[in-house]
Nanobody, 122 residues
Framework: QVQLVESGGGSVQAGGSLRLSCAVSTDTFNNLVMGWFRQAPGKEREFVAALTWHSGRTLYADSVKGRFTISRDNAQNIYLELNNLKPEDTAVYYC????????????????WGQGTHVTISS
């Protein structure tokens, strides 16, 4: 079982930055994979980034490469650093978790946070 709580969303102008946080509660981090997804109004939820807890391997959607960074600390938190934000980055951002291999498929993630809103104005 994994519990996830996101924080850090908000409203910024285009070109600005935000950092999202996700507090992770679980009994074991063996083979744990963490992901960030987002869902814009009227659109399907889409993959943003993923990180394998122990190896540190990361994976990014092409739309955010070079602008977003996923990371973790030693206190069971996952972060998503969002830089050079664009209006099209506006969405609800979700933290998610799964066991096994790093991947970008929404349906393979078993645990989800409640989401945090990010709004980018032009």
């Amino acid at each position: 079982q994994v519990q996830l709580v996101e924080s850090g969303g908000g409203s910024v102008q285009a070109g600005g930055s935000l950092r999202l946080s996700c507090a992770v509660s679980t009994d074991t981090f063996n083979n744990l994979v963490m992901g960030w997804f987002r869902q814009a109004p009227g659109k399907e939820r889409e993959f943003v980034a993923a990180l394998t807890w122990h190896s540190g391997r990361t994976l990014y959607a092409d739309s955010v490469k070079g602008r977003f960074t996923i990371s973790r600390d030693n206190a069971q938190n996952i972060y998503l650093e969002l830089n050079n934000l664009k209006p099209e980055d506006t969405a609800v951002y979700y933290c998610a978790a799964k066991w096994g291999l790093t991947d970008s498929y929404t349906e393979r993630y078993d645990y989800w946070g409640q989401g945090t809103h990010v709004t980018i104005s032009s």
